[in-house]
């Protein structure tokens, strides 16, 4: 068969499976590079993890649906969204079925919504979003004065916890300018893990990550050291906190545990 550039450039890929809880069926995205519009668009599918059932869609795909991910109780899908704004995702959900309306979104995060991890309580997601622009941000923007400097003008990607009923998004606090990059909660429903790095970056280009765990005394996050392989002091160790039991660290990254009730303000 002959490849022409139009089959490249709008080839269509199954993305980010998500087997349910319950380990009934596999959701999974499927991103298109190409379309009528020139944007890249997306869909979420739904199929038996025993292969009993054919895939269907549940979305349209009239916009980038990507990113599924199951609600804890099987029930129905996260997945996010840019269907009110286009290159702006928003968290949307969705039953199995495609039952569920999805033409109001949970979020309205100006700038976005980067990714999302249902927690385990069943009524919260935790989102990854960076600041909302300021007024000068979106002047900058308008006025196209909106060039990328090496260690300016670098928004931090931060943790923020969304309550699902009252649509209210609260940030977590204690991890200064740093940026969020992963995030995971233990098995039981308990704390929660998360992998940063420095936002802001020094002169000479070098860069620093770690995990944040909170202080036992109080619960509270505390930011990181700024530890690299080279610090004097002991691996896997963070501001304000010691180090656990079982947890692993390598040369200026560590990994910790922090409440969920702690998380917020």
């Not at 990507?66 to 997945?79: I, Y």
Request: proline share 7%.
């Amino acid at each position: 068969m002959l490849l022409i550039a139009e089959m490249v450039v709008d080839v269509a890929a199954a993305v980010a499976p998500a087997i349910s809880p319950d380990g009934r069926l596999v959701a999974y995205g499927v991103d298109a590079n190409g379309g009528k519009d020139g944007q890249p668009h997306g869909s979420i599918w739904v199929t038996a993890a025993d292969g009993s059932t054919a895939p269907r869609r549940l979305t349209d795909g009239t916009a980038r649906d990507l990113a599924p991910k199951w609600a804890p109780d099987s029930a129905s899908l996260f997945f996010t969204s840019d269907r009110e704004e286009r290159g702006v995702a928003q968290l949307r959900r969705i039953l199995p079925d495609g039952s569920e309306d999805i033409t109001k979104a949970l979020t309205s995060w100006r700038g976005g919504i980067s990714d999302h991890y249902p927690l385990l309580d069943g009524s919260t997601v935790a989102l990854l979003a960076e600041d909302e622009p300021t007024a000068e941000d979106e002047r900058r923007e308008a006025e196209r004065d909106d060039a990328k400097v090496w260690g300016e003008h670098l928004p931090a990607t931060r943790l923020r916890l969304l309550d699902v009923e009252t649509g209210i998004v609260r940030t977590a606090d204690g991890l200064g300018g740093r940026h969020v990059v992963g995030l995971a909660q233990r098995p039981d429903g308990g704390p929660l893990a998360e992998s940063t790095s420095i936002a802001r970056f020094a002169t000479s280009g070098s860069s620093t990550s770690s995990s944040s765990i909170p202080g036992r005394a109080t619960g509270s996050m505390s930011a990181p050291t700024n530890s690299t392989p080279s610090d004097a002091s002991a691996p896997g160790t963070t501001a304000g906190c010691r180090p656990e039991p079982g947890r692993a660290s390598s040369g200026g990254q560590s990994m910790g545990l922090a409440p969920l009730r702690d998380l917020i303000r």
